[in-house]
């Protein structure tokens, strides 16, 4: 599916998250700004693959998006 997000700096993006599994891991693949990289969470930290591009401060705000996404409302998530 595709989202706008805005961003740390300011900036409003398109990105496409999708779901899916690595191994055992729940993991979201996300494309922005035509490169994808692939997200997973381990307690209440979203970590990224280490050949991913995106900044500490991208990844928080998509993580903390994703977490919107499947947590109902008024909980937080750990996945």
């Known amino acids: 599916m595709n989202y706008k997000l805005k961003l740390a700096d300011g900036t409003t993006q398109l990105i496409e998250i999708t779901r899916g599994y690595f191994k055992n891991w729940r993991v979201w693949k996300v ?26 401060y991208t990844l928080k705000a998509i993580g ?15 996945a």
């Open 31 to 56: 494309k922005i700004n035509g490169k994808a990289a692939m997200l997973y969470k381990i307690g209440t930290e979203w970590m990224q693959r280490n050949e991913d591009y995106l900044d500490i």
């Open 64 to 78: 903390e998006f994703i977490d919107t996404m499947i947590s109902p409302q008024g909980q937080t998530s750990v």
